[in-house]
């Protein structure tokens, strides 16, 4: 299956710590992305990286990429509490991008 | 604003009754999908369409239709609901190969 796993399912910190989340997937990719869902609202796209690429910043996020393992991490440095969120990755290739069931990430104040 | 627009949010109709759930994006993006999300099973893709007239099925199409007639629009036709159709839906447009837009879902329940 192209779907990425994420791991853990659920994650519980402080605030200040950081998170990292971790993702595998069994297919060739073109890129992976990360994506951040509030409860019932619709997916926001964080950041995507692609396949040549092996780490990427955006603000407090850091993705790494190793294709050779075909996997993916996301670390959010100095968690807040508006980071209380699922985070999926979804694998791309061609013209699919599957989702997992993601990571449940709780932020305590 | 960039975005991709669904309705209605929220929907209860009753076995059997056709509906059309409404998706526009002003990206002029290429790709256009549509997601349904249950809970311990992620989202899963029911269809997708890479350009205008060009639509294809994804992991769980049955009981949907879609329509690719503009670039804008997407949107998706249950002919008849059953109540295994009940889930939050969702809406994404994408240039080709990039970061997906998600819209902000719509709750439909069958009774």
């Known amino acids: 299956s192209q779907q990425g796993e994420e791991d853990p399912q659920a994650l519980s910190i402080q605030e200040g710590e950081n998170a990292t989340m971790n993702c595998s997937y069994k297919t060739s990719i073109n890129n992976l992305q990360w994506y951040r869902q509030n409860s019932g609202r619709g997916l926001v796209h964080l950041i995507l990286i692609r396949s040549n690429e092996r780490e990427k910043h955006s603000g407090r996020l850091r993705v790494t990429l190793d294709t050779s393992k075909k996997s993916s991490s996301l670390l959010i440095t100095a968690s807040r509490a508006a980071d209380t969120a699922s985070y999926f990755c979804a694998p791309h290739n061609t013209d699919k991008l599957i989702f997992g069931t993601g990571t449940r990430l709780q932020v305590f104040p | 604003e960039a975005q991709v627009t669904q309705n209605p949010r929220y929907l209860i109709t009753v076995t059997g009754k056709k509906l059309t759930v409404t998706c526009s994006q002003n990206?002029?993006?290429?790709?256009m999908s549509w997601y349904r999300q249950d809970p311990g099973l992620g989202l899963r893709q029911i269809y997708y369409s890479m350009n205008v007239e060009v639509t294809d099925k994804g992991d769980v199409p049955e009981g949907y239709k879609v329509s690719r007639k503009e670039k804008r629009n997407f949107p998706l036709i249950l002919e008849s609901p059953s109540p295994n159709q009940t889930s939050l839906y969702f809406c994404?447009?994408?240039?080709?190969?990039?970061?997906?837009?998600f819209g902000s879902g719509t709750r439909l329940t069958v009774v």
């Open positions: 990206m002029n993006h290429e790709y």
């Open positions: 994404a447009s994408s240039p080709v190969g990039g970061g997906y837009t």
